[in-house]
Structure formats: structure tokens, C-alpha cells
């Protein structure tokens, strides 16, 4: 055998275990990770930090509690400890994901065990949702070419306006959507395109539709976001990528169609029942335009809270529809908007659909302005124009954030505990475990999950008259803890005839709070009273 | 297995195997169910992830495309076995001596004693071109192989005492591109892979060029036979039923409707198997080679003696995937590339009988592979698993597409918990949406293959293959599971026959010369 006159590329020992990446390799990938982004990660450290202060304290007492959160705790508990999808009958009101979440985050961590009140769990919960979400909201700012100053001040205006910070405190089905349509958008907009990416983005799609089905509405600016970042070489297998993983959505009708629960039929819960309810049959809230209307009332009450991101928001998202780089982001934003002028129902927390993308595209739209390159290259007219903006944003900045700051540090400051919590705790004192009652949605988890009160003798006041089988079961009420207004409202009779007919064989026994919005009055039920099925 | 079953005991063995299978479903449904459930989404996820990993980024996807070879300087030799192949070899060496490469011989080995005629064909186009081929006796033994084959040429090759950097393997029907050696060449050079394997590809996705045709045509065959079977006797044929059997266009349709669905899927594995699996378990270090197309650097054939004590293990049914997971044990890296025009063309089996007892045989080999052990010796942990599940992966697949909607039946019927009936679906779905993604890649393939075809109005892909693969993935995968039960049963039994596919030249016959010939353009 002769030797060979051209060597062969030799190859080493340790060059050949690059086949197989082991320890070393990904030790030395980490390392070089690190040096790339680590002034990132310290940013993202530092602002998460501050986020998580500012969402953390004093959010046991701030805000009041209300009925959606005590409602998914119910099902969230329902979930750890029987494995249902609801305490009651589940009437397809939402996709469960989002409790779904909750009970596994608990059954991880003993949430429910850990808190004393089951609501600090759900604020717990929502505290997590809010950092994951702020980590997010950097990275997607990053991805949108958004240099570290913009992306920070992306997330500084999520996490610290006051209207966001109220609003994502409260435990809703929408601030776990965040998170993942967040995510969707990251994965959607990576740079090398990759499949397994997209895989990702169709996931964490079908993650946001199932945790709240409302989340389908944003369809439109994924389809944008698609559009943009697709490559045409890849393009078909790309959308069966993510149609693959997107479509695991169908699990949720697929679990209505298992049940017989699909299609509306009488006798039973169904899914597109309930929805034709949602759709068309709801109270509707009226278009914003209608200066009569709820939705006007509602967002009258969210400007309360802060109206510079708001507006700057909309201003940002009009601008952003013309920029390439925001369009998707922003086509998202016009979507969730649009349900206010549609003139159907607008649930109460809608607003917490809006805020991340208003964030994200103000730092955008301010991040393509007033950039030291395009203020260089440009002519007198342009740089006055841009001048302008920033004296603008200079001046917003100068009166909303002394505004937000004293707003922050009194959402953040002491506050009496919500009348619901005082009733709670005295309920748990006072009211011996045997005891039917009728409760607020906020105290059915507190008492059957924390005070041991059996599931059957604690009913959420709006299952007495909407759910057969609670209906059925009732023999007698003895205590009702609800607030003030539930007996006061006209609808009241229509909507809750049992609770009213058994307060007025009722007494007082204990009171909380004074804002009439809010106080709660415990009554005790007279033994003599026999509730008639159907009120 | 030291003593061997005989056949009867191997199917009861095989067939009682698959009884106690049953027995946990019956014994706990909701377990067990969802454990297949858990199981087959994983399976599926995964086969969908193999198979698109060569179009993971679109740089990736178009990456092969782009290479352009420097100038060769490397020696190469080409071992081509070939036995009773007279139809096929001429043309076969008439390219072999055309390939623009300095510096290559092709040895060709033929088992003379009782096939004179390829011999004769071989020593023509030793005579004519002595630069270029050379004919190789085979050794004096009494089984006729393709590995024996092999070694041979090597012994004569190293004895000789030539020069050479490069071994490839070819097969009688094989064509190769006239730059297939140059990149190579170059391959080699620059990644310093011990192995190169170039892509095969199956072409003949419609059956009209397999030349097999009821004399009298199907549908007057048709006619006499039911005839026959009503007990009416000889019936005169009408004659409109002859002039429609005659129409080429009536043939062609017929042929891919009856055996379209599995050449197309036939094809079409291939065609994934090449441009994203391979390269896939190429980057993970575990790898089967295919059996042509293949080519080893000296350093390699070195590591590999002194490793095995030989080159192509002569007791094992599929020697090359062996060698490839043994280079994965002695830390070679197996390049792959994987560019249309290049591609080796060969030709779909005959029929679905000869195409089981192919996957029969690979299985078989398969078992064989994972029962010598080779494999344990891998490097790390995660290679080791990635070899069983590769090594398995065959028998996975197939049954779990097999077992899919049989797991749903099974969590509907039984009324188990709905989350188990929910999980059970993932698969389904899953499944489903890889049936799209087939047929996207079957445009791709199309697409990719068919300037090669050009011309050939008849190689496009139709409509009806389309329906093919996406109505014959079941039963595909079906053919699949049932090779998998035989060659369970025949390993059992210790039956190794079956060892060579037979060529019927179907590919040769495709007109592609004109572009095959055609110099690649960078």
C-alpha cells in the first residue's frame, strides 16, 4: 500500500466528538450566549425586578376583589382536587386552559396550601404571568429591532402605568392570555426562520385560544406576522407547521363533541350553545361610538385609571399599520380594539388585551423616530418634525409620569382589606361548617378550598337560578354573603330571584365597608323560610 | 436466538407475542390507552420532525444546491458487484467511463462461474477503456454476495498496491452523475467526514415504464376471468373492450391506480429519506448508509479493518447499515448531500410482493444490526437511544400509524376518562396533517426531479398521484407494519434468503440522458 501524496483532511479526536454535542460543547455554547446577550439579561434582570416590586406590593388589599377571579379560582381548585373543569356543571363559558394552568401551577408548587386566601394564590399567579410577560414583551421589542433603551421602556410602560398595573393584579383568564400571544409573536418574527419556531408560534397560538377563546380575534395580525415571515422557500411546509401544532386547539371541541356537548340540545351544556349565547344573545355593550352606551362607560372608567398610554397607544398603532417592522404588532392591536366598536358585548377587562401591544408600539414607533442615524440624515424639514416628536414625548413624559408615579406608590401603598375579605374572614369565624350559604363567586374557593366548608353547601349566587342541578338540590339557605349592590341593581330580580326572595325573610348580622360599590352585608336566612325551586 | 425456531414455531412465537400485547388493553383499557396515546403522539412528533429537519431554515433547505466543488486531486475507486445484470451494465459502464474526474477506476466484480454473459460485457469495456475499469474475479466460495463482492475488490485493490484515497460503491443499475465524483472529491476534502453518501432516489412513481402488462390487457383478462368464475365458458371478447385495454392512455391510468399509491409513497420516503433524515442522524452521529452512492476515505476503511477484522460484514443482511453505525462508534462523521440532478436513480420494486420482502429482508437486517450490539458501544447516552429508536424506528412507524385510529376506537368504545380519549387524538391529528406535508413534499420531489425528467410528459406528478399518497399513507404504512411482523417471524426462524432485489432496467428507460449528461452549473 502506497501513502497517499494528498493528505486527507485529518481529523483529530476531539474534532470528531463535535458529531455528538456533549457537556463541553454546551458549556462552550453557553458561554458564548452569554457574552452576546449578557447585557440583555442584566437589563431584563434589573427591569423584571422592578416590575415584579411594583406588581408584588400591596397586592393582597389592591384591587377590590370582583367575581371572575373567585369564579377561575373555583375552577382552578376544581381542577387539582376532583379533576373536573368546574365545582358546578361546566357550561363552556371559556376554554379551560387558563385554569387549567392555575390548578397545575398549584398542584407544582401547593399553591392553594401555601397562601392563607386562595385569592393570594390567583394574585400569586397573575404575578407570574406579569414577569414572564414583561420577559416576552423585551424579547419581542428586541426582535422587532428595538435598541436595549426602547425595549426597556416597552416593558417600564406595561409594567408600571397604573391602569395595566391595576388590571393585571386581578386573576383573568386575559393576563395568562398575554404571555402567550407574546410568545406566538416572538416565535413568529425569529430571524432564521426556523420550522421548529413556527412549530412554536402555531403552540403557543392554540395555547392563547384555548386559555381564552377570544384570542382567536388576533387571527388577522398572525396571519400579517405569517405573511412577513415566511420564506417562500419554505413556505409550505411552514404554514403545516404551524396549522400541526396550532390545530391541537381542536382538543377543546373535540372534548365538547366527546361529552355529547358539542351542539346545543336541550337538557344539556353545549359549546356552540353557549357561544350563540356569548355572539348574539348577550347583553349587548354597544359601540363605543354610542356615548350612551356601557363599552363608553367602561372605557370612561379605564381612562380613570391612566390615559396617556392610551392614547399615545392608538396614536403609536395608527402609525405602526404604516411601518413594516410594527405592522403585525399593530394589525393585533386593531383587532382587540375592534371588539369596542363592534357594538357587542366588551367584557370588563378587555382593556388588558390592548395595554402590552400600546406599550410595545409607542417604544416602537419613538424607537424609529428618534434615532441619532435617521435625525443625521435628514433634511431641516424632517429634523423638525422629529424634533417635534420629542418635544412631545419629553413633554407626555413630564406630566404622566409624575402622575403614574403617585398613582403607582398609592396602588402600591396600604389599603383596608376589600369588604369580600373582611366578610370572608368573618364568615370563617362566625358561621358554623354545616351552614348553607350564598355567596359572592370571590368567597366560594376561600371557604370550600381554605375555611372546610363541603362544596355542596357553598353556592355561587348566580348558580342558584341559572344551574338545574344546584336548583334541584337546594333545601334550605342560611346565610347570604354577597355585596350590597347584587340586591339593588334593577336586573337584580330577573338575575338572582332566589338570593332576593331569601334576603327579605333575612337579617343583617354583619356589615363591611362603606363605598356602596362595594360594601357587603352578611344575612342570616330565616329557618323558616323554604326556597322555591326556580325562585 | 441460539437455536433456531422452525417456521411454525416462529409465527406461534410472533403471533403469541402480539396476543399478550392485547392482554394489557384488556386488562387495563384507560392505562394502557393512554399510554399508546402518549407513545404514538410521540412517534408522530417526532417522524414529522425527521422529516422536515432538511427543510428547517431556508438556507438549510437550498444549502446541497450550493456547493461547488474545487478542482479534484484525490484517487478514487468504484467497487461495482453486479451478478446476472447483462440487461443493465452496459449502459451502466458506458457511463461509468464518461465521469469527468482525473483520477478513478472502476472495478467491477462479477461472479463468472455461472454468468457469462455480464462477464462478457464487463471484459469488453475492460478492453476498450484498461484506464478505467478493471474486472474483478470473484473468490472461490459457494454464496453469490454483494459484500463478498465488496471485500474481494478490496483485498485486490490493496494487494495490488495502487493508489487510492476514496472507495465508492455502485450498483450494476446505478448511473452515475458525470460530476458526481468531482464533489465528492471535494466532500471529502473539505469536511472531513470519514463517510459521503450521496442520495438514491426512486423515480418511477407511476408504473407505466415497470413493463409488467397482462399480455392480452387487464380488462379482457378481466372479462375471461368472470366469465369463467359465472360458469359461462369461453365468451368472445368484444372488441370496444380490447381497443380501450390497447389506449396507452387507459394503461397508464390503470397502473396508477393500482399500484401508484405505494411506488409514489415508495418514492417519496426516499426522497425524505435523503434530503432530511439522513442528515438528521448524520448531525446526531447515528446513521445507517444507504447501499450505493456511498464513498469511504482510506483513514476510515483503516479504522474500520482494524475494528471489524473486515470491510462489508458478509453474514449481515444490510452490511451498510452496519458500517454506518460502526463509524458512528469509532467517531467518523458521515457527510451527506443530498442534490436532485446528482441523485443515483433506481427504480421502485416490481411489485408490492417484492417490495414487502425488500422491507422484510432491511427489517431483518435491521433486528440483526440491533441484536449484534454494535450500538451499545456508541459514545453517549442520547446517541445510544437515537440508534434503538432508529433501529426500531421502521417498526415504530408503521404501527404507530396502524395503532392510531385503533386507540381512538379503543378510548371511544371503552368510555375512558376524557382526557385519555382527548390525548388519544393528538396522533390522529398529528398524522393527519403529515399526510399535507407529504403532499407538499411530493410537489417538491416533483419539482426537484423534474428537470431531470425533462420532457417526459409522462414523469410528471398528477393529480392522481397526489391521491395516491394521501389515500395510500394508511395502507402504506399498513405494508410496512406486515413486512415488520414477518421479518420478526423469519428472524425468529433464522431464514436469510431473499437477499437480492431484482432490477428490470425501469429507470434506465426514463429518457434522462440528455440532462444527466448536461454539466452542472454552479
Redesign the interface.
Given at each position: 500500500?502506497?501513502t497517499?501524496?494528498?493528505e486527507?483532511?485529518?481529523?483529530t479526536?476531539s474534532?470528531?466528538?463535535?458529531?455528538?454535542p456533549?457537556a463541553r460543547q454546551a458549556a462552550q455554547w453557553a458561554a458564548l450566549r452569554w457574552q452576546r446577550y449578557r447585557l440583555d439579561a442584566l437589563i431584563l434582570m434589573a427591569v423584571v425586578a422592578l416590575s415584579g416590586v411594583v406588581h408584588a406590593r400591596g397586592m393582597a388589599d389592591y384591587p377590590n376583589w370582583v367575581d371572575d377571579p373567585g369564579t377561575y379560582l373555583s375552577q382552578a381548585w376544581s381542577f387539582q382536587h376532583d379533576?373536573a373543569l368546574s365545582p358546578y356543571t361546566y357550561f363552556y363559558d371559556h376554554a379551560p386552559l387558563g385554569w387549567i394552568t392555575i390548578g397545575l401551577y398549584s398542584m407544582l408548587t401547593n399553591g392553594f396550601g401555601r397562601h392563607a386566601l386562595a385569592m393570594d394564590f390567583g394574585n400569586e399567579a397573575m404575578l407570574m404571568a406579569k414577569l414572564v410577560g414583561c420577559v416576552l414583551l423585551y424579547l419581542v421589542a428586541r426582535r422587532l429591532d428595538f435598541g436595549r433603551v426602547w425595549a426597556t421602556v416597552a416593558v417600564l410602560l406595561f409594567a408600571l402605568n397604573p391602569l395595566a398595573l391595576t388590571y393585571s393584579r386581578w386573576t383573568y383568564l386575559d393576563n395568562l392570555v398575554t404571555p402567550w400571544l407574546l410568545l406566538a409573536v416572538l416565535m413568529a418574527t425569529g430571524r432564521?426562520?426556523?420550522?421548529?419556531a413556527f412549530a412554536v408560534a402555531g403552540l403557543a397560538f392554540a395555547g392563547a385560544a384555548m386559555t381564552k377563546e377570544t384570542a382567536l380575534l388576533t387571527a388577522p395580525a398572525f396571519a400579517v406576522l405569517f405573511w412577513q415571515h415566511i420564506?417562500?422557500?419554505?413556505r409550505?411546509?411552514t404554514l403545516?407547521?404551524v396549522?400541526?401544532t396550532a390545530?391541537?386547539m381542536?382538543?377543546y371541541p373535540?372534548?365538547a363533541l366527546?361529552?355529547g356537548e358539542l351542539f346545543a340540545g336541550p337538557g344539556h351544556n353545549s359549546l356552540l350553545g353557549t357561544a350563540s349565547w356569548q355572539l348574539a344573545h348577550r347583553t349587548p355593550s354597544g359601540s363605543i361610538l354610542d356615548p350612551a352606551s356601557v363599552t363608553r362607560d367602561l372605557w370612561q372608567g379605564w381612562l380613570t385609571y391612566d390615559s396617556w398610554l392610551i392614547w399615545a397607544g392608538i396614536g403609536a398603532g395608527i402609525i405602526g399599520l404604516g411601518r413594516r417592522r410594527l405592522r403585525g404588532v399593530a394589525v393585533l392591536l386593531a383587532c382587540q380594539i375592534s371588539v369596542l366598536f363592534t357594538g357587542g358585548y366588551v367584557p370588563f377587562m378587555q382593556i388588558v388585551n390592548l395595554l402590552p401591544w400600546m406599550a410595545l408600539l409607542v417604544a416602537g414607533v419613538l424607537a424609529q423616530v428618534l434615532r441619532p442615524s435617521v435625525w443625521l440624515r435628514s433634511g431641516w424639514v424632517r429634523r423638525i418634525g422629529i424634533g417635534a416628536v420629542a418635544l412631545v414625548t419629553a413633554a407626555g413624559a413630564a406630566t404622566a409620569l409624575p402622575h403614574w408615579y403617585r398613582a403607582d406608590v398609592s396602588i402600591m401603598g396600604p389599603h383596608t382589606a376589600p369588604p369580600l375579605k373582611q366578610a370572608t374572614a368573618w364568615v370563617s369565624d362566625h358561621v358554623p361548617r354545616d351552614q348553607v350559604m350564598v355567596v359572592h363567586d370571590a368567597l366560594w374557593t376561600e371557604l370550600v378550598a381554605k375555611q372546610g366548608f363541603t362544596p355542596d353547601n357553598v353556592i355561587i349566587v348566580y348558580k342558584l337560578d341559572s344551574d338545574p342541578a344546584v336548583n334541584a338540590r337546594l333545601k334550605r339557605i342560611d346565610f347570604l354573603v354577597l355585596p350590597d349592590y347584587y340586591y339593588t341593581t334593577p336586573a337584580a330580580a330577573g338575575q338572582y330571584p332566589t338570593a332576593v326572595a331569601a334576603r327579605d325573610r333575612a337579617v343583617p348580622v354583619a356589615h363591611f365597608g362603606t363605598d356602596p360599590t362595594s360594601a357587603v352585608t352578611v344575612y342570616r336566612v330565616s329557618s323558616a323560610w323554604v326556597p322555591r325551586p326556580g325562585g | 436466538m441460539n437455536r433456531p425456531l422452525n417456521s411454525r414455531q416462529a409465527w406461534f412465537v410472533v403471533f403469541g407475542g402480539l396476543a399478550l400485547l392485547c392482554l394489557p388493553p384488556v386488562l387495563w383499557p384507560d392505562t394502557s390507552i393512554l399510554l399508546i396515546a402518549v407513545a404514538l403522539a410521540a412517534i408522530s412528533g417526532t417522524t414529522l420532525a425527521f422529516q422536515l429537519y432538511g427543510w428547517r431554515t431556508p438556507e438549510h433547505s437550498v444549502a446541497d444546491g450550493a456547493v461547488v466543488p474545487s478542482p479534484a486531486t484525490l484517487r478514487m475507486a468504484i467497487f461495482l458487484a453486479a451478478r446476472k445484470e447483462a440487461t443493465v451494465l452496459a449502459s451502466t459502464l458506458q457511463r461509468m467511463v464518461t465521469l469527468r474526474h482525473p483520477s478513478y477506476r472502476v472495478y467491477v466484480v462479477i461472479d463468472h462461474r455461472d454468468d457469462p454473459e455480464t462477464l462478457e460485457i464487463a471484459r469488453r469495456f475492460e478492453a476498450e477503456h484498461p484506464q478505467l475499469i478493471r474486472v474483478v474475479a470473484y473468490p472461490d466460495v459457494p454464496t453469490s454476495s454483494k459484500p463478498i463482492a465488496l471485500n474481494e475488490a478490496m483485498r485486490q485493490l490493496v494487494a495490488s498496491g495502487e493508489r487510492w484515497d476514496v472507495v465508492g460503491v455502485a450498483d450494476a443499475e446505478d448511473r452515475f452523475h458525470v460530476d458526481l465524483l468531482a464533489t465528492v472529491d471535494h466532500l471529502c476534502r473539505t469536511t472531513g467526514a470519514g463517510i459521503v453518501q450521496g442520495a438514491v432516489q426512486l423515480v418511477n412513481f407511476e408504473t407505466t415504464t415497470s413493463g409488467h402488462h397482462v399480455p392480452d390487457g387487464y380488462l379482457v383478462a378481466f372479462h375471461r376471468w368472470l366469465g369463467r368464475v359465472l360458469g359461462l365458458g369461453a365468451v368472445a371478447t368484444p372488441p370496444g373492450l380490447r381497443r380501450i385495454d390497447r389506449t396507452p392512455r387507459f394503461r397508464r391510468w390503470l397502473g396508477r391506480i393500482g399500484s401508484g399509491w405505494w411506488r409514489a409513497s415508495n418514492c417519496l420516503e426516499y426522497f425524505k429519506w435523503f434530503t432530511s433524515r439522513l442528515k438528521l442522524q448524520a448531525a446526531a452521529g447515528v446513521i445507517p448508509l444507504g447501499g450505493n452512492t456511498v464513498f469511504f476515505t482510506r483513514e476510515f476503511m483503516h479504522d474500520l479493518h482494524d475494528y471489524t477484522g473486515t470491510w462489508w460484514d458478509e453474514d449481515c443482511l444490510t452490511e451498510d447499515c452496519k458500517i454506518g453505525i460502526v463509524a458512528s462508534v469509532l467517531g467518523h462523521r458521515v457527510e451527506v448531500f443530498s442534490i436532485p440532478t446528482m441523485a443515483t436513480y433506481e427504480e421502485t420494486p416490481a411489485t408490492l410482493t417484492k417490495f414487502i420482502r425488500q422491507r422484510v429482508r432491511w427489517m431483518q437486517g435491521f433486528i440483526q444490526v440491533f441484536f449484534e450490539g454494535t450500538w451499545t458501544k456508541l459514545p453517549t447516552l442520547s446517541q445510544r437511544l437515537l440508534a434503538v429508536f432508529v433501529l426500531g424506528f421502521q417498526f415504530f412507524q408503521a404501527f404507530s400509524t396502524v395503532l392510531a385510529p385503533v386507540a381512538v376506537v379503543l378510548a371511544l368504545t371503552h368510555k375512558a376518562p376524557t382526557a385519555v380519549a382527548l390525548i388519544s387524538l393528538v396522533p390522529l391529528l398529528v398524522g393527519g396533517w403529515n399526510v399535507v406535508i407529504d403532499l407538499i413534499m411530493m410537489r417538491d420531489f416533483g419539482l426537484a426531479y423534474a428537470p431531470a425528467a425533462a420532457g417526459r410528459r409522462r414523469t410528471r406528478v398528477r393529480l392522481i398521484d397526489y391521491v395516491g399518497v394521501a389515500l395510500g399513507t394508511f395502507l402504506f404504512q399498513l405494508a410496512l407494519a406486515v413486512s415488520a411482523v414477518w421479518a420478526v417471524q423469519r428472524s425468529l426462524a433464522g431464514i436469510t434468503n431473499w437477499v437480492k432485489t431484482e432490477h428490470l432496467g425501469a429507470h434506465v428507460q426514463l429518457d434522462l440522458e440528455p440532462e444527466l449528461a448536461r454539466p452542472r452549473t454552479a
Open positions: 500500500m502506497t497517499a501524496p494528498v486527507l483532511a485529518r481529523v479526536a474534532d470528531r466528538s463535535a458529531a455528538a456533549g379533576g432564521r426562520k426556523h420550522l421548529g420564506d417562500r422557500r419554505t409550505g411546509k403545516a407547521v396549522a400541526t390545530s391541537l381542536l382538543l373535540a372534548y366527546l361529552k | -
